[in-house]
């Protein structure tokens, strides 16, 4: 089955930069799009940024745009999210997701990376 393995979170200071990779397990890993989520403490999930696999069509929770970046290497298998001028806010477990049903009304995510963990200082 497909397994998802996220790694790059840590601790960082506000206004810093960090930079999340996801890894996608298998040659037959064909997704139609993948995503970052992320869930605080009490807080609902809540999708970040997504890219569609083959145009690299992207979408950003407007709270991030301009901070955040999401980039992709299909022959690899890899999902990247740039993340930069971070906020206290931000901090989260961070999720890579991925949905390899192309509907564009039925928007559920079938598999799921275990999460890493951002957490930004004041």
């Known amino acids: 089955q497909v397994q998802l393995v996220e790694s790059g979170g840590g601790l960082v200071q506000a206004g810093g930069s960090l930079r999340l990779s996801c890894a996608a397990s298998?040659?037959?890993?064909?997704?139609?799009?993948m995503a970052w989520f992320r869930q605080a403490p009490g807080k609902e999930r809540e999708k970040v940024a997504g890219i569609t696999w083959v145009s690299g069509k992207t979408i950003y929770k407007d709270s991030v745009k301009g901070r955040f970046a999401i980039s992709k290497d299909n022959t690899k298998n890899t999902l990247w999210l740039h993340m930069n001028s971070l906020k206290v806010e931000d901090t989260a477990v961070y999720y890579c997701a991925a949905r390899r049903n192309p509907s564009p009304t039925i928007v559920e995510y079938d598999f799921w990376g275990q999460g890493t963990q951002v957490t930004v200082s004041s």
């Open positions: 298998g040659p037959t890993f064909r997704p139609y799009a």
